[in-house]
C-alpha cells in the first residue's frame, strides 16, 4: 500500500538479549492486537476529587467515535478485523494474521526460546500512516516476552534459626488499619499474570484464622488466561493466594475479582483497563507484579500512566504495595 508512513512515538522495543533464536514466525498465525487511541481531552491531575460515573467519564475523557472509526477503516485495508472496541478505556481489539498485522504496523516479529518456552519477540519500532500520526498512541500484542515478574519469596531457615511469621491481620494492626472495618459492598480487583488459586487452600487458609464464611472470590478471564494452579507453587501460585489471602483476611466483607492476564505488555495492560473499564465493577486495585522501568517500551509506560489516571477520575484506588 502506498500510505506515508510515520514511527509511532515510544513504540521502540529491542530484541530479547541472551536466549536462542527461534527461527521465523508464522505469517499465518493469528494474532490478537490491542490498539489504543488519544483522547478526548487530558485528564486534570485533581479528578480524583469528583469521581466521575462511566458514562461522564467517556463522555469528557475518551476516545472520539470518529478515532475509533478511522482506525477501524485503517485495519480493515489490512484484512484486519475489530474484535472489539471501547470509547471509556479508548482501546480497540483487532484480529488477523500475524503477516497483514505486522504489515499493517511495520512489525518486525521472530521466534525466541526460552526454558523449554517458544514466544514471539518484536524488535524495532512500528509505524502507522500519516493520517493516524497522533491519533493511535500504542499497539501491543506482537510481543510474548514474559514482561512482570512476582515478587513473592519463600525463605527457608536453618533449623537452628527460629522464625518468625505474621498473619494479615497482625500485619493490619501494626499499621493501625481501622478495626471493625470489613470491606462490606466493596469489590476487590487484584491483578495476576500467572499462577492460580485453589478453592480448598482459600477456604482452609480464612477458616484457620477464624473467618467464616471466607470472602467471595471470582477469577476473571482476560486475553484467554484463566486461573491454573499447580503450575509453580513456589512463584506464581504463592503469589496468587498471598495476594487473594492478604485481601480476604483484612477485608473479609469485600468480593474479590482476579484478573487472569497473560504474562506480556499486552496482557498486563488488558487485565488492568478490563479492571477498570469492564464489566465487573471493582473500588480498588492492587497489583504486586512488577517488573523495572528500563524494561518497558515508552508507549507502554505512557499507556498504564493513563490507565490509572483513569482509576482516579473514576474513584477506584490503585494499590501496588510491590
Excluded: C
Excluded at 490491542?34 to 466521575?52: C, G, K, Q
Excluded at 534459626?161 to 501494626?174: E, H, K, L, N
Amino acid at each position: 500500500m502506498a500510505d506515508k508512513r510515520v514511527i509511532l512515538a515510544g513504540s521502540h522495543r529491542t530484541e530479547p538479549v541472551g536466549l536462542e533464536a527461534g527461527g521465523a514466525a508464522d505469517p499465518q498465525q493469528q494474532i490478537r492486537v490491542t490498539v489504543m487511541v488519544r483522547r478526548i481531552a487530558a485528564v486534570p491531575p485533581d479528578a480524583y476529587r469528583s469521581p466521575l460515573s462511566r458514562d461522564e467519564f467517556q463522555r469528557r475523557y475518551g476516545a472520539a467515535p470518529a478515532d475509533i472509526q478511522k482506525v477501524s477503516d485503517f485495519a480493515a485495508s489490512y484484512g484486519l478485523a475489530v474484535e472489539s472496541s471501547d470509547l471509556a478505556s479508548r482501546r480497540i481489539v483487532l484480529t488477523g494474521t500475524l503477516g497483514d498485522a505486522s504489515a499493517a504496523f511495520g512489525a518486525q516479529v521472530r521466534l525466541f526460546r526460552h526454558q523449554g518456552r517458544t514466544f514471539r519477540g518484536r524488535s524495532g519500532a512500528l509505524t502507522v500512516p500519516a493520517e493516524l500520526d497522533g491519533v493511535v498512541e500504542g499497539v501491543f500484542g506482537f510481543d510474548e516476552r514474559p514482561q512482570a515478574r512476582t515478587h513473592y519469596r519463600r525463605r527457608i531457615r536453618p533449623a537452628a534459626v527460629a522464625g518468625v511469621s505474621y498473619t494479615p491481620d497482625q500485619i493490619a494492626a501494626g499499621y493501625q488499619f481501622p478495626q471493625g472495618v470489613t470491606g462490606a459492598g466493596q469489590a476487590i480487583g487484584i491483578i495476576e499474570l500467572g499462577g492460580g488459586y485453589e478453592t480448598a487452600d482459600l477456604a482452609s487458609y480464612f477458616s484457620g484464622l477464624g473467618i467464616s464464611p471466607g470472602p467471595t472470590v471470582t477469577s476473571v478471564p482476560v486475553d484467554g488466561a484463566t486461573n491454573q494452579p499447580g503450575q509453580d507453587p513456589n512463584g506464581a501460585d504463592g503469589e496468587v493466594e498471598l495476594d487473594v489471602e492478604v485481601a480476604g483476611v483484612v477485608a473479609p466483607g469485600a468480593s474479590i475479582l482476579v484478573f487472569f492476564a497473560p504474562n506480556t505488555t499486552q496482557g498486563f495492560l488488558d487485565a488492568i483497563t478490563t479492571a477498570i473499564h469492564g464489566s465487573n465493577p471493582v473500588n480498588i486495585i492492587s497489583i504486586s507484579w512488577g517488573g523495572a522501568e528500563p524494561t518497558w517500551t515508552q508507549q507502554a509506560l505512557q499507556s498504564y500512566d493513563q490507565a490509572f489516571q483513569d482509576a482516579g477520575a473514576k474513584g477506584l484506588i490503585p494499590d501496588d504495595y510491590d
